[in-house]
């Protein structure tokens, strides 16, 4: 018995690396805000992408636990920091659900994970080193704000006592300087990737410079080769015309000689 526990385990694991390997692939290309919720209140739009930033379908604890497990299989921080935002988003949703109902324990929980997360994911963002952010992440960063508004103007007309209703407002004040504090993340990695592609353009200009360089001098040697080789040919021109010379002042020498012992023969 225990050993098909172990079998069943083992295939249930494989299976839900399968599918989350399924999921990966086929959103690697995908840049819109994966939509979690069906239900819509309030539209906003950045950059023309009409996104959610109310949503109020609240998910079974199975279904979230589903979702929280196969973040365990997922290696690449940016897909991992946005699936992890969706779940904020579900954790978020709840919290409103259950603010609506008076129910200020599972609001506060549910604020509670939320917060969980979203410290997570800003961890992750500063560890991001590539200077830049996937448009998916980088959208819902910034709408996340919105759900926070809409939660605070929900408070104002939930059925929760005074009390409870400073004590929720206060930990959604936390969760709006955390989601500040993201958008101030936002803006330093796009500086970061600016900063890196001003240093790989300076370093490609002053490869080029050096190339120039080295160019030059390589044109300069081959200039002055030929010079030299020119010098040589006209010296060594001038030395066999110097040659020349001596040879016809010998054979001049000699004409001489001869014709003197003729001149001494005949008298």
Not at 58 to 65: L, M
Request: aromatic content about 4%.
């Amino acid at each position: 018995m225990k050993t098909q526990y172990i079998i069943f385990m083992a295939l249930m694991l494989c299976a839900s690396m399968g599918l989350v390997i399924a999921e990966e692939n086929s959103s690697a290309n995908d840049t819109a805000i994966p939509t979690l919720y069906a239900i819509n209140d309030t539209n906003v739009s950045f950059s023309n992408v009409s996104v959610e930033t109310s949503d109020d379908e609240v998910h079974s604890g199975f279904r979230y636990g589903w979702e929280k497990f196969k973040l365990n299989f997922i290696r690449n921080e940016t897909k991992h920091a946005e699936r992890e935002l969706q779940l904020a988003r579900w954790k978020l949703a709840e919290a409103k659900f259950k603010a609506r109902n008076g129910n200020f324990d599972g609001a506060e929980k549910a604020l509670e994970d939320h917060d969980k997360l979203i410290a997570d994911i800003q961890s992750k963002i500063e560890r991001m080193q590539n200077g830049s952010l996937t448009p998916g992440l980088d959208r819902a960063l910034e709408v996340h704000g919105e759900r926070l508004s809409s939660l605070r103007l929900l408070l104002e007309s939930s059925n929760l006592t005074d009390q409870q209703r400073a004590k929720i407002e206060m930990r959604v004040s936390k969760l709006e300087n955390n989601t500040e504090h993201l958008s101030e993340l936002r803006v330093e990695i796009e500086n970061r990737g600016e900063d890196r592609l001003q240093r790989l353009e300076n370093r490609t200009e002053r490869v080029n410079e050096s190339g120039d360089r080295v160019r030059e001098r390589i044109e300069n040697r081959s200039r002055n080769g030929s010079n030299d080789s020119s010098e040589d040919d006209s010296s060594e021109d001038d030395s066999s015309d110097d040659f020349a010379e001596d040879d016809n002042s010998t054979d001049d020498s000699v004409d001489s000689e001869s014709s003197g012992g003729s001149v001494n023969q005949s008298s």
